[in-house]
């Protein structure tokens, strides 16, 4: 069982990262996944990868700066997964796709694609469609000061199950403090469902995401935490990550304290 947090711990944690935060930066620099990817998407796992109740920011699209490319294995519950993604941005717009397929009982795999726009400098919009199996999801996307130190985001999705009465309202809000060295985010997402059990499908969740770029490598650590209720399958959990990037390449890889983890290597053209 994960150790429990209380809440002072929880905005101590906070503090302490954005204290320790210190120059504005290319976007396009953060390759390594941190907190939930609403204020502060990167532009590796866009399309595939969220710790949240929503993907992360489609407007992220347009932090690519040209073609990306990469492939993803990651093993959930001691199963292997695999998935891919790949994107281009130009100017003032940017789209990506991306597959991923899970290994566990029952699921499907899901195709996604995220489009970005830049509306100006610093605010940038986006929109999200992707189908599992029968069942597609529509999503939002807006990031405030995309360009900035100071940066706001925020999310909405909406999935449409064929069954009547069954959709699920997916959102995020988040903020993040981005440099040429560092991120730090804080983002909060809820569901709401129409069918189920409401202390799983009323839930919210909050991340505090730090990561820290020397040279070559990227080093992060994300808390996340759900707030109003234990049932969800994750309550708490702890991410840390690392990568190691080249012009054209980086490789990622991450893992938590449940012992699941992902890697990534990926392409820039």
Request: net charge neutral; aromatic share 10%.
């Amino acid at each position: 069982m994960s150790p429990r947090l209380s809440g002072h711990r929880f905005a101590l944690f906070a503090a302490v990262l954005i204290a320790a935060s210190a120059h504005a930066v290319a976007p396009e620099e953060q390759r390594l996944s941190v907190g939930m990817g609403i204020a502060a998407p990167d532009v590796v796992n866009l399309v595939n990868i969220s710790l949240g109740d929503t993907a992360q920011n489609p407007a992220g699209a347009m932090y690519q700066d040209g073609f990306v490319g990469n492939l993803q294995a990651a093993r959930y519950t001691g199963k292997n997964d695999f998935g891919f993604e790949a994107g281009y941005s130009g100017k003032t717009v940017g789209a990506k796709i991306g597959n991923y397929a899970p290994a566990c009982d029952g699921c499907k795999s899901t195709l996604g694609a995220d489009v970005g726009f830049e509306i100006s400098k610093d605010f940038f919009i986006g929109a999200r469609y992707a189908k599992t199996d029968e069942t597609p999801s529509y999503g939002a996307g807006l990031l405030i000061n995309a360009a900035s130190k100071h940066r706001g985001g925020v999310t909405i999705s909406m999935t449409r199950p064929s069954t009547p009465k069954s959709d699920t309202l997916n959102y995020g809000v988040g903020y993040a403090y981005v440099t040429k060295e560092t991120t730090f985010s804080l983002e909060l997402t809820g569901r709401k469902a129409d069918a189920g059990d409401d202390a799983y499908n009323k839930i919210m969740q909050a991340a505090v995401g730090f990561q820290k770029r020397v040279d070559v490598l990227q080093l992060g650590v994300t808390y996340q935490r759900a707030l109003n209720s234990t049932a969800d399958p994750v309550p708490e959990n702890i991410w840390v990550a690392g990568g190691f990037n080249g012009e054209s390449w980086h490789i990622g890889i991450s893992g938590n304290m449940n012992r699941d983890f992902m890697a990534t290597l990926a392409g820039f053209f």
